[in-house]
């Protein structure tokens, strides 16, 4: 089982920064893909941004140039650095990981419980 904590939501000004942080912890052998989401009221969920254990990077074509993934293996933990937010942004963000429990074993999906970004106009 993997447990999930997610931090660095709140409220900021068109134009401002934010800087989320999802630590995994459990008996956890690696994590290939940790990722970002995002909902918003009336919408359904969407792809954020994504990062291997290489450091490869994805990102929706809404935040490119905005946004930035970064993960700390060592820490299990996965971040993502939001610049020049917009009204639009506005969403609970959830932290997405694939963790393995050994070599051998196949990826297995985890939920963060959610984060709150607002971005006032």
């Known amino acids: 089982q993997v447990q999930l904590m997610e931090s660095g939501g709140g409220s900021v000004q068109a134009g401002g920064s934010l800087r989320l942080s999802c630590a995994a912890s459990?008996?956890?052998?690696?994590?290939?893909?940790m990722a970002w989401y995002r909902q918003a009221p009336g919408k359904q969920r969407e792809f954020v941004a994504s990062?291997?254990?290489?450091?490869?990077?994805n990102y929706a074509n809404s935040v490119k140039g905005r946004f930035t993934i970064s993960r700390d293996n060592a820490k299990n933990t996965v971040y993502l650095q939001m610049n020049s937010l917009k009204p639009e942004d506005t969403a609970v963000y959830y932290c997405?990981?694939?963790?393995?429990?050994?070599?051998?074993?196949?990826?297995?999906?985890?939920w963060g419980q959610g984060t709150q970004v607002t971005v006032s106009s």
């Open positions: 990062i291997t254990s290489g450091g490869t990077t």
């Open positions: 459990g008996s956890i052998f690696s994590i290939p893909l």
């Open positions: 997405n990981v694939n963790a393995k429990f050994s070599a051998s074993d196949r990826a297995y999906d985890y």
